[in-house]
């Protein structure tokens, strides 16, 4: 049984950072596409950053680029996301997400975990 669960949200100021981490059960991490999604509020879910399980190649959303950061511990069958320069509009639930695939959308995801809370606010 796959089993991911996140960890590391919370409340931070604008300009802030956090570290998400994405516990994995069940399954190895280095051998899938794994990554974070988020749903801001009244917003739909969206793909945010995912890492490619061949050669390591890292995906992320155009407004994510240059302040957040995907790694992968395959030691502790962990991923990570840290995010830096935190804007409000960066609030939202961060889903870790795995497919079995090569694309990384909402309907290909095969396993979700529950979901950690970020909200950037002063």
């Known amino acids: 049984q796959v089993q991911l669960v996140e960890s590391g949200g919370g409340l931070v100021q604008p300009g802030g950072s956090l570290r998400l981490s994405c516990a994995a059960s069940?399954?190895?991490?280095?051998?899938?596409?794994i990554g974070w999604f988020r749903r801001a509020p009244g917003k739909e879910r969206e793909g945010v950053s995912s890492?490619?399980?061949?050669?390591?190649?890292?995906f992320y959303e155009d407004s994510v680029k240059g302040r957040f950061t995907i790694s992968r511990d395959n030691d502790e069958n962990t991923v990570y996301l840290q995010m830096n320069s935190l804007k409000p509009e960066d609030t939202g639930v961060y889903y870790c997400?795995?497919?079995?695939?090569?694309?990384?959308?909402?309907?290909?995801?095969?396993?979700w975990g529950k979901g950690t809370l970020v909200t950037v606010s002063a």
């Open positions: 997400a795995v497919t079995y695939g090569d694309s990384w959308y909402e309907a290909g995801v095969d396993h």
């Open positions: 069940g399954i190895i991490v280095e051998y899938y596409r």
């Open positions: 890492i490619r399980s061949s050669d390591g190649g890292k």
